[in-house]
């Protein structure tokens, strides 16, 4: 058997349409570039304190966070001024440094206190974290 193929000279392909996939790759680059904008990241909502002479640290051994309700925590967590000194003498064996992130409405008596009891325990490295201006 010969079957024969019918070529037809008029019968052409159509060149594809390649605008609604540019469309929609065009969309998704956008939506992928502002993502991370509206990703919420838990923690503790603190508004840092300004300072013209502050100075970026590159390390973090211990980071105290301050609230502006006073309360004290290490890791998302509350913690107590007794469990915080016991806190404190491990980090202070180990020569650790203590980076205090404090709310700019935080008492300055709870600051004092933390930034005291570093001192009498013997750390010798204290930050506190603030906003360049």
Request: charged share 20%; hydrophobic share 45%.
């Given at each position: ?25 065009l969309l998704l680059l956008v939506f992928f570039m502002l993502m991370p904008g509206f990703v919420m990241q838990p ?91």
């Amino acid at each position: 058997m010969h079957f024969r193929r019918h070529m037809d000279s008029g019968a052409r392909l159509k060149p594809l349409d390649i605008t609604p996939i540019m469309g929609m790759l065009l969309l998704l680059l956008v939506f992928f570039m502002l993502m991370p904008g509206f990703v919420m990241q838990p923690g503790i909502k603190v508004n840092l304190p300004k300072a013209v002479t502050s100075g970026a640290v590159t390390y973090k051994d211990l980071e105290v966070v301050i609230s502006d309700e006073n309360k004290i925590y290490i890791d998302g967590k509350t913690i107590s001024i007794q469990d915080l000194k016991a806190l404190f003498k491990q980090a202070a064996q180990t020569k650790a440094a203590i980076l205090i992130k404090a709310d700019r409405r935080a008492s300055l008596g709870v600051i004092t206190e933390i930034w005291d009891m570093c001192r009498y325990l013997g750390i010798k490295q204290v930050n506190i974290v603030t906003n360049q201006e």
